[in-house]
C-alpha cells in the first residue's frame, strides 16, 4: 500500500440536506468536454481516495496579477494590482516586508489598503494599489501580501503573494513545477510537465521522475527555460514517457544545478502525481470535495474504510446524470451528477463508487449521523464522479439503484 502522500488542504465541511424533490434520472452525453484536470488520488487498501474542488469557482479568494512573481523592479513607487472574489466589503490589506537573510531583520515596509472595483455578477473584481518603499539597496528582494479576512478558516484563499527584486532588472532566481498539481492524477504517455524559471545560466532545468515508493530513477531529461536573455524569467515544459504501472506514485524534481565552486545556489521544485490512477485496478473509489473536514490529514484511509461500511449513509435523490467524455482519452469519463439537496446545508455529498463485474454501482449519499439545520428551500447539488471504462464502452453505469442507458 502506498504511504499516504501529503494531500495539506482536504477539508470537510459536515452537512445535512433535507430531501424534498423526487425528480426522474435522466443522461445525456456532453460533447466536446475536457475532463477536469483537478483530481488528486490517495491510495489506500480498500482502493482510491479521490479530492476533487468542484466549487472552486464559488469560493472566495484574493490574487495578485502583478509585479509578476520572482520578477525585478526598477524604480519605486509601483503599482500592484490583482483580482478577487467574496471579500467581505471588497477591503484588501497590502503590506511588504523584506526578504529578512544572513541575519537581517524581518520588518514591514509598507501597509495599504485597496478596494474591490468592477465587481462582475459572479462576485469577482479587480484591485491595484500604489506602493511607495523607502529607499533599498540594489537588488533587494521583498515579498508583496494581499490578503482580506475571510468568514472561514480557509487560509489558501485569503492570502496571496509574491517575491520581487527592487531596484533590479534582473528577477530572482526560481524554478518552480506549475502541473502537474500535487497528487494530481495524469496520463504518462507522455507526462507532460510545465514550470516557470529564472536561473542564473544557460536557462537549463534538470527533470528527475522517481517512484515515489522505491525512489528508483524512473526517467531523466533536461528541458530549456523560454526567454530572451540568459537568466530570465520564462516557461518551461518537458514530455516525459513513462513506462511504470498505472496507479504508480512518482515524484518530479525540477532542478538547477549550477557549476561546483560558482557560488551560485542550487535550485529546485517537486511534487508527487499519480500515473494513470483509474487504470489500476480498484474495488472501490470514494469521492469527496477538497473541503470536505470530515477526512483528516493523517487519517484520510482509515476513515474512508469506516465510510464504505455504509452504516450511516442517507442516499440523495438524483435530478440529472450526465456522461462527460474526454476525446484525447475515451477511455476516461465523468460522470457530471446534480443531486437534490436544501440550500440551508453547508455540508457537501460524498459518492462512493464499487466496482463491479461488469460495470460501476455510484452512490452519491451524506453522512446522517451530522446533525445540522436546513433550510427547506431545495436545490441541485453538483457531484463529479471520476471513471476508466477502458474498451468497455457499454460498461453497466448504476446510480443510487437506477441504472443509466
Known amino acids: 500500500m502506498v504511504v499516504h502522500a501529503i494531500i495539506t488542504r482536504i477539508l470537510l465541511i459536515v452537512f445535512s440536506a433535507m430531501l424534498i424533490l423526487v425528480a426522474d434520472l435522466t443522461t445525456s452525453l456532453a460533447d466536446s468536454t475536457a475532463l477536469e484536470p483537478q483530481w488528486q488520488y490517495e491510495s489506500c487498501s480498500w ?26 523592479i526598477l524604480t519605486a513607487p509601483f503599482i500592484v494590482t490583482g483580482k478577487g472574489r467574496g471579500i467581505p466589503d471588497g477591503k484588501i490589506e497590502v503590506t511588504v516586508y523584506n526578504n529578512a537573510k544572513n541575519g537581517q531583520v524581518y520588518k514591514a515596509l509598507f501597509a495599504g489598503m485597496a478596494q ?41 484563499t485569503n492570502l496571496a503573494f509574491v517575491d520581487v527584486n527592487m531596484n533590479s532588472a534582473q528577477g530572482l532566481p526560481m524554478v518552480r513545477i506549475d502541473r502537474p498539481n500535487i497528487n494530481e492524477g495524469v496520463a504518462g504517455d507522455p507526462l507532460i510537465i510545465e514550470g516557470t524559471g529564472s536561473v542564473a545560466s544557460e536557462n537549463k532545468i534538470s527533470i528527475t521522475v522517481r517512484d515515489w515508493v522505491t525512489y528508483h530513477v524512473l526517467s531523466e531529461a533536461f528541458t530549456t527555460i523560454q526567454s530572451d536573455e ?26 538547477f544545478e549550477p557549476l561546483v565552486d ?75 451528477i446534480t ?12 459518492a462512493h463508487v464499487a466496482r463491479q463485474q ?48
Request: hydrophobic share 40%; aromatic share 6%; glycine share 8%.
Open 358 to 405: 461488469h460495470g460501476f454501482a455510484v452512490t452519491v449519499y451524506r453522512d446522517k449521523t451530522i446533525a445540522e439545520k436546513c433550510v427547506d428551500a431545495p436545490i441541485l447539488v453538483p457531484v463529479s464522479v471520476p471513471l476508466y471504462i477502458g474498451d468497455g464502452a457499454r460498461a453497466e453505469i448504476i446510480v443510487n439503484g437506477q441504472r443509466i442507458e
Open 230 to 255: 540568459v537568466g530570465g524569467t520564462g516557461r518551461f515544459v518537458a514530455e516525459i514517457p513513462m513506462d511504470v504501472q498505472p496507479g504508480t506514485l512518482v515524484e518530479i524534481r525540477a532542478s
Open 339 to 350: 443531486a437534490i439537496g436544501s440550500s440551508g446545508c453547508a455540508a457537501l455529498p460524498r
Open 47 to 72: 482502493g482510491w481516495l479521490v479530492i476533487h474542488d468542484s466549487h472552486a469557482s464559488e469560493k472566495p479568494f484574493i490574487s495578485i496579477t502583478s509585479p509578476e512573481d520572482h520578477s525585478g
Open 262 to 336: 560558482s557560488g551560485i545556489t542550487p535550485l529546485y521544485d517537486q511534487v508527487t502525481a499519480v500515473i494513470n490512477p483509474l487504470e489500476a485496478h480498484y474495488d472501490n473509489l470514494l469521492v469527496v470535495q477538497y473541503d470536505d473536514r470530515f477526512f483528516l490529514s493523517d487519517g484520510n484511509c482509515p476513515h474512508g474504510e469506516e465510510e464504505l461500511k455504509g452504516l450511516n449513509t442517507e442516499l440523495l435523490t438524483i435530478d440529472t446524470v450526465k456522461i462527460i467524455r474526454d476525446e484525447t482519452s475515451p477511455s476516461e469519463v465523468v460522470l457530471s
Open 116 to 156: 474591490l472595483t468592477s465587481v462582475d455578477q459572479n462576485g469577482e473584481g479587480e484591485w491595484l494599489l500604489d506602493v511607495n518603499l523607502p529607499d533599498l539597496p540594489p537588488a533587494t528582494s521583498v515579498r508583496v501580501y494581499a490578503q482580506f479576512e475571510a468568514a472561514s478558516s480557509d487560509v489558501y
